[in-house]
């Protein structure tokens, strides 16, 4: 194993060689014809290139094709219908239920509940486990690089139980202060709540080490996975946290769809998040009794086509590979990162590519990143730029916005220079 990475050209295929020296990675040619949106011209003629991965990925014909195939040929709402129909919806929907638990190597699918996204699936745990665990004077400790959406669901619970939320700082160089966070320990919190990948900095957090350290200190320990579940292998029993969070429409899945991952144990002792249908075995006029997991936290029709297609998406990268996805994005981050480093005047926010996932998020002296997203769109590229959810973080920096660059499985070196090309352009237009 070495950390070399590299890339040759075949032909008119760039080959992609990465953490494994001499191990072709991805072939990224194919994977972009699986992609149709990537085939689309923008402005003037010039392919797409589509840098705002962080925010949600495109998405293959598979998926595509796995949604409209429910609609088209077996329709029906799913756990209630006898019929033929209601049937296969049901063993699809399900099915994916069990490519979710072979792709984070959960024990068992009943640990598996699907949600709207990783937003709703924190939210679940904050309603659910929260107001039942957390009292007046209780802590909870998180960090400085959290997603607005690891930050606000434990503002309101804090709010209305009195808890006290502490935050492990983040380093000027991007990464957690582990010793801080030692100390925070100290405190005996009863939840520990990060990220496992920052969607600014990048930085992938040593996340098996932190819940070993929370667990020995007594706490639960919640994983926002938004940007690692699709990027990097996650093996929740290797990690050994309590609650893993995600999203599928960053991971090539429809929008609609999400995941909460917990460990049985905890999920069996929380009560339900919302009531309805589906969610209860037997009810009474004055009271019911809630369904077995993971049916239990999931109300009412739920997102039955969005989980067969998260399905799909599971069985793509699968295919792929994920320890390949990761090693080929830090591939194309550690060539942009050299890029951009070029440029006189930027400012690259985060760790070295070794520590980072396929995020970079920058700024030009005298042009506001939104500026800077504007021109770039003339030129067929797509960046995100703003605070990215992440304000306490910008505020951390002493910034406010940055632009990010935030790259998958089909993007490729070609791509950065045409980014980098295009922010020379923009800073001539500047006079930068
Ligand atoms: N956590 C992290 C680390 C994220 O990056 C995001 C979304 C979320 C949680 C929330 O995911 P959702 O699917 O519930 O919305 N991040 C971004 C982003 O960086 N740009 O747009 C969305």
Not at 48 to 62: F, G, R
Not at 70 to 94: F, P, S, W
Not at 285 to 311: C, Q, S, V, Y
Request: overall charge negative; some cysteine; proline content about 4%.
């Amino acid at each position: 194993m070495t950390r070399d990475t590299g890339c040759v050209k075949t032909g008119a295929t760039r080959v992609t060689f990465g953490m494994r020296l001499g191990t072709i990675m991805l072939d990224v040619t194919a994977i972009r014809r699986d992609f149709p949106i990537l085939s689309q011209l923008h402005h003037d003629g010039v392919p797409l290139v589509y840098l705002d991965n962080a925010a949600t990925s495109q998405k293959p014909e598979a998926v595509i094709r796995a949604i409209e195939n429910y609609y088209r040929d077996y329709n029906a709402n799913i756990h209630r219908g006898i019929h033929k129909l209601a049937e296969e919806a049901t063993a699809a929907y399900e099915g994916a239920r069990e490519r979710v638990r072979a792709f984070i190597n959960a024990a068992s699918s009943r640990e598996i509940v699907f949600t709207r996204n990783t937003t709703e699936a924190i939210n679940l745990v904050a309603y659910t486990w929260g107001r039942v665990n957390i009292r007046a004077g209780d802590v909870i400790v998180l960090t400085e690089m959290e997603h607005h959406s690891n930050l606000v669901p434990w503002h309101m619970l804090a709010a209305e139980t009195g808890a006290h939320l502490e935050f492990i700082p983040v380093t000027d160089d991007g990464y957690l202060d582990l010793g801080a966070f030692d100390r925070l320990l100290e405190l005996h919190p009863r939840l520990v709540a990060f990220t496992h990948m920052s969607n600014v900095l990048g930085t992938i957090n040593p996340a098996a080490e932190m819940v070993a350290r929370a667990h020995a200190a007594g706490a639960v320990v919640l994983v926002d996975g938004a940007q690692s579940v699709p990027h990097l292998p996650v093996d929740v029993r290797a990690l050994d946290c309590d609650f893993l969070a995600f999203s599928g429409h960053k991971m090539c899945g429809p929008t609609g769809i999400g995941v909460l991952y917990g460990k049985r144990a905890l999920l069996e002792a929380m009560p339900p998040f919302l009531g309805g249908g589906d969610m209860i075995k037997r009810v009474y006029l004055r009271e019911f009794r809630p369904n077995d997991l993971p049916w239990k936290f999931e109300a009412g029709t739920p997102a039955i086509a969005e989980g067969i297609g998260l399905g799909a998406a599971v069985d793509y990268l699968t295919g792929l590979g994920m320890a390949e996805v990761h090693a080929h994005e830090q591939a194309i981050v550690s060539y942009a990162l050299d890029r951009l480093h070029e440029i006189k005047g930027a400012h690259v926010y985060g760790p070295p590519a070794r520590d980072r996932g396929g995020v970079a998020a920058f700024s030009i002296d005298g042009i506001h990143p939104h500026d800077l997203a504007q021109l770039l769109d003339r030129d067929g590229i797509a960046i995100r730029a703003g605070h990215h959810c992440a304000m306490p973080l910008h505020d951390r920096l002493g910034l406010v916005a940055t632009a990010r660059a935030s790259f998958y499985v089909y993007n490729t070196e070609e791509e950065v220079d045409r980014l980098i090309l295009s922010l020379y352009r923009a800073m001539d237009l500047f006079g930068v």
